[in-house]
């Protein structure tokens, strides 16, 4: 297999699959890069359970105080909590050593700014620059830094911030019964604490064991919760809670233990969130129609990004927008909380809306719009990319089209969404409408198409 | 880039932090060294207390846990603790970070063995070759090491002194110590604690950035600070310790300063007429003192080439029982009960058990040796001259007996020269000793000749 999609340097940051491909000395330069970037000062760091987690961090560690910077220890925690921490002062930027829902052989950085977001695509592409250059900053042995560490108090500030915006009260007053999968990942400690003390759940948990490896596929979805699912059949649970590795993205299961589309859980979050506080929404090109529909309902305005946290981020802050996500990934995004995805949040505005409307999540799912979707992808060769977007372009004379991330082609009622991947030579394809045959007859069309091209 | 600010050799990684030293540096030696170490066997890490080895500490773990090794780091503890810690722990090596006796803004690595010995040369060169062709067997990602700390590390160190020295014998001296900011002042608190040694601690803050003086154990540093206080504070005797604790340097009762040459003579002669072992090992820079003494008690001394590699080489050729001890002229000295260990704190309990055993005082004991004067000089290093100018002395002074190992000895009864280039600095070493006074005219002249050839 050649080594391309085993390591990627891009301006997204640096990824890849621990060993020969993501090396110790490819990390510490990156931490060199970084601290040499955001210049000298503090700089927090910390992981999610990844078996290699600990020697990146060190690796990260060392470049950062190469680079003149002090460094904080934050362990293993959530990439929201780190997030949360960076925010909280005092701080020129934070790292997370994490590939997200990537198996366990990858592992990756995520890179914040000292406002605890995502680098920009600006700040992303001078930072790529520095590294390349290799033009670090060399500190000498009076101007090094000292390594501290704080674990607990992100754990503690985080979840504080979520309580602000919740009626816990309430919610600890209604003892749910609540199912937990957080596949032994960064929330493993964290969200028993969360959930059990904080909201006064009555907590039935699996993989909960910061140091085994992940269980299950590390990405929450239908497909990857069947545990879960029978777990909160069995223990006669009112909801199931499942998190990805470093606890960004969050999937549902409701009381009867079927797993909610990922679309599903951001409509009822957005739905809950626009009763209160009116404000605009932000959302990616893939997310479901169905935020429009509730938005529609309470005067908001919605706009949509480009596929990837940072972009919906960028948009919501330029917006000032009140909520936002991306639909198909779980990634619920609560600016007053922090602006990044935070699973935290979405259990606790699931948990909060239980409480206010004393429905279960089966019958709040059941009122949300109706709309039927499929994704897939689909391989193609290099250099043929312009040629498929043309003959999908072309096959839809008329149609509306939005171009700012792939092409999404919309019609009334339905829409299809096509893009190539950012990490392998293949397109991702997604489609909705308002009736399975709709579907069915517009994914079937756009797929075949794809294939021919 | 100042020129010398980084150094890779045998000795293992050494240079200025920020100046030639760099993390990359760091992490790509970690990697080699986890390379040549036998798979998955532990290995011990420890640093002095400079700013900057936290900085290498991080690098050396994540280049360890990347080649598959579990990693037992003690913190800020001496070279001679990271040794006894691997051979407690039959661990497949150690690193350690510090860079001794030099002054604060370097910093170095260097490597040990199962057992805790120093890697021999072949192992020395086995490692800069996979450092320089950068082939790393960096593990999978569930085969990656795992990271514990480890605070007692000292205490069992300690421990194993008590098996060796009697300190109910020891404690009724009253000493002082400068610790020169480092280590040393760890262990002295842990041996004042559990066995009541006296000792009175200058210098004995752990200091990261100003050290209180140059952390070298040369007569003149001893004169500094340390042998001042030792007639007032009435203390039997003055020790001094470079930050990592493997050399020592010692003043007498009476506030004088002892050259670093006498360490090593004065605990073979303590060693000697003890053991089976008769070999003395030492550089041809070191006193010819030690031919004398070694001569009163039947025993034989080895000359090597200057540096620890060659002692370490030397070692290994000889039977460990036949050997009394081994050392340089700079307070360096390994004994066999430690394993032939550089231990500063060892060789200094060894000098109170000499004093307690003789009933004698220090300066008493030194005025038993005849008198050797040693003068040295150092010059600016011509490279390309080199083999010129040492061809040239050899023929100027045809009627010596001729050394070549290193650099040029020539020997004449009771008086010598040696010439060589430092392995540190660009410098060319110009050492002269003789029996009595200073051969203060063959020095000159010696230094004339460089001059001019160079």
Not at chain 2, 55 to 77: F, Q
Not at chain 2, 86 to 94: L, Q
Not at chain 2, 115 to 122: C, K, M, P, R
Not at chain 2, 311 to 325: K, V
Request: proline share 5%; net charge negative; hydrophobic share 45%.
């Amino acid at each position: 297999m050649r080594g391309e999609h085993l390591l990627k340097i891009s301006v997204s940051g640096i990824r890849g699959v621990v060993g020969e491909f993501l090396t110790p000395a490819l990390a510490c330069a990156f931490g060199q890069a970084f601290g040499t970037y955001v210049g000298p000062g503090r700089v927090v760091i910390g992981r999610d359970t990844r078996s290699s987690g600990e020697m990146l961090q060190h690796a990260v560690t060392c470049g950062l105080l190469a680079s003149g910077c002090e460094v904080i220890d934050v362990g293993v925690l959530p990439t929201p909590t780190i997030q949360v921490y960076v925010a909280s002062g005092g701080a020129r930027g934070g790292l997370a050593v994490t590939a997200s829902h990537n198996p366990p052989e990858y592992n990756a950085l995520k890179l914040f700014n000292a406002r605890g977001l995502f680098l920009n695509s600006y700040e992303r592409s001078e930072l790529i620059d520095l590294y390349h250059q290799s033009e670090f900053r060399h500190a000498t042995n009076d101007e090094i830094g000292q390594v501290r560490s704080d674990y607990r108090t992100p754990v503690k500030l985080h979840i504080q911030r979520v309580l602000e915006h919740v009626d816990a009260a309430r919610i600890r007053s209604r003892r749910f019964r609540v199912a937990l999968d957080a596949v032994n990942g960064a929330a493993s400690v964290m969200a028993c604490e969360f959930l059990r003390e904080a909201l006064g759940c009555e907590l039935v948990a699996i993989h909960v064991d910061p140091a085994r490896p992940f269980p299950r596929i590390a990405e929450p979805r239908p497909e990857t919760l069947t545990e879960l699912a029978a777990l909160v059949r069995s223990a006669g649970c009112d909801v199931g809670f499942a998190q990805d590795p470093d606890a960004d993205r969050l999937a549902v299961a409701d009381e009867t233990g079927r797993v909610l589309d990922n679309d599903d859980v951001l409509a009822l979050v957005v739905e809950g969130v626009l009763e209160r506080r009116r404000g605009d929404v932000v959302v990616n090109l893939t997310t479901s129609s169905a935020i429009d529909v509730i938005a529609r309902r309470y005067g908001s305005r919605v706009w949509r990004t480009p596929v990837g946290e940072a972009h919906v981020v960028e948009q919501m802050l330029a917006t000032g927008a009140v909520i936002g996500g991306e639909g198909s990934n779980g990634g619920v995004i609560f600016p007053a909380v922090h602006a990044c995805r935070d699973s935290f949040t979405a259990m606790a505005f699931i948990l909060d809306r239980m409480a206010a409307t004393g429905e279960p999540v089966s019958s709040l799912a059941a009122r949300l719009p109706r709309l039927w979707r499929r994704f897939g992808k689909v391989a193609f060769e290099h250099g043929r990319l312009g040629a498929m977007m043309q003959a999908l372009e072309e096959s839809f004379p008329g149609a509306q089209t939005d171009r700012s991330d792939g092409l999404k082609v919309i019609f009334d009622g339905a829409w299809v969404h096509v893009r190539a991947s950012n990490t392998e030579p293949l397109v991702r394809l997604a489609a909705e409408a308002d009736s399975p045959e709709r579907l069915e007859e517009l994914y079937g069309k756009v797929s075949r198409l794809l294939e021919r091209a | 880039m100042a020129a010398r600010s980084l150094r890779i050799s045998h000795v293992g990684l050494r240079g200025v932090v920020g100046g030639g030293l760099t993390a990359n540096h760091v992490i790509d030696f970690a990697c080699a060294f986890g390379t040549l170490l036998e798979p998955r066997q532990a290995v011990v890490i420890g640093r002095d207390p400079r700013a900057s080895g936290v900085m290498l500490r991080e690098g050396v773990i994540a280049g360890l846990l990347a080649t598959g090794h579990d990693v037992v780091d003690l913190g800020i503890v001496s070279t001679p603790v990271i040794q006894h810690t691997i051979r407690r722990h039959g661990a497949g090596g150690g690193v350690s970070i510090g860079a001794s006796h030099n002054s604060a803004e370097w910093n170095a690595l260097k490597f040990f063995g199962p057992g805790g010995i120093y890697l021999s040369t072949a192992e020395a060169g086995e490692l800069l070759d996979i450092y320089h062709l950068r082939k790393f067997d960096l593990v999978a990602h569930d085969q990656v090491g795992k990271l514990r700390t480890e605070t007692d590390a000292i205490g069992h160190y300690v421990s194993e002194l008590a098996g060796h020295f009697d300190f109910e014998r020891l404690r009724r001296f009253r000493i002082v110590v400068d610790c020169s900011n480092g280590t040393s002042s760890l262990i002295l608190r842990e041996l004042e604690s559990r066995y009541q040694l006296q000792a009175i601690r200058i210098n004995d803050r752990l200091e990261g950035i100003r050290f209180a003086h140059e952390p070298s154990t040369s007569r003149e540093i001893v004169a500094l600070q340390l042998a001042p206080l030792v007639k007032p504070l009435g203390a039997d005797a003055g020790f001094l310790f470079d930050v990592d604790s493997d050399r020592v340097a010692l003043a007498t009762e009476e506030g004088e300063p002892v050259s670093e040459e006498m360490v090593l003579p004065l605990l073979a002669d303590h060693l000697l007429p003890k053991g089976p072992g008769k070999l003395v090992i030492t550089n041809i820079s070191s006193t010819a003192l030690l031919e004398e003494v070694a001569a009163r008690h039947g025993g034989k001394v080895i000359r090597v080439p200057v540096g620890r590699q060659a002692a370490i080489d030397a070692l290994t050729s000889y039977r460990p029982e036949q050997i009394a001890i081994v050392g340089e002229g700079t307070g360096a000295v390994m004994m066999p009960e430690f394993r032939f260990v550089y231990d500063g704190i060892a060789a200094m309990l060894a000098v109170l058990t000499m004093m307690a055993e003789r009933g004698q005082r220090l300066s008493e004991i030194l005025a038993d040796y005849p008198r050797y004067s040693m003068l040295k000089a150092q010059l600016p290093l011509v490279s390309a001259r080199m083999p010129e100018l040492l061809m040239e002395l050899q023929r100027d002074y045809s009627d010596g007996v001729v050394t070549r190992i290193d650099g040029l000895r020539i020997d004449w009864p009771g008086r010598w020269f040696h010439v060589r280039v430092s392995q540190t600095e660009p410098v060319i070493r110009i050492i002269c000793e003789q029996r009595g006074d200073p051969p203060q005219e063959l020095f000159e002249d010696l230094l004339e000749r460089v001059r001019r050839l160079a």
